[in-house]
């Protein structure tokens, strides 16, 4: 059996002579530090660049009520209906913070018996 060990920069106590010999560095203007060994960045390098596929956004577990009708449209097309709807509010989500895509029209109401989210056959 092999034993893991994981440490972390926080596991490391900053010392006084460490504390000292980084606020000497952080004194260096830029243009004094030794980039040499250290290539430039050029817009190629960044042209096949792709997002961290690792990452994964923090869930949130919730209670969501929908229409019925929406959650077997969503079922019909396999499995993996929660993270579809995910999908499709994220796609809304990302349509309502970018300024662009609002000025081309944004999201259509639906044509429902809704308005605000309460039922029009509802008593007042």
Do not use: C
């Amino acid at each position: 059996m092999t034993k893991i060990v994981k440490k972390s920069l926080s596991d490391s106590r900053l010392t006084a002579g460490r504390k000292r010999r980084l606020k000497k560095l952080s004194r260096r203007p830029d243009n004094a530090i030794n980039t040499s060994d250290i290539p430039e960045l050029t817009e190629r390098f960044w042209q096949n660049a792709v997002r961290n596929p690792f990452y994964r956004p923090l869930k949130q577990q919730l209670t969501l009520r929908l229409d019925a009708d929406v959650i077997a449209w969503l079922r019909r097309q396999g499995r993996g209906y929660q993270t579809r709807a995910n999908a499709l509010l994220r796609d809304a989500m990302l349509g309502d913070l970018n300024p662009k895509r609002r000025k081309e029209g944004g999201w259509a109401r639906p044509n429902n018996p809704r308005h605000n989210g309460i039922a029009q056959t509802r008593a007042s």
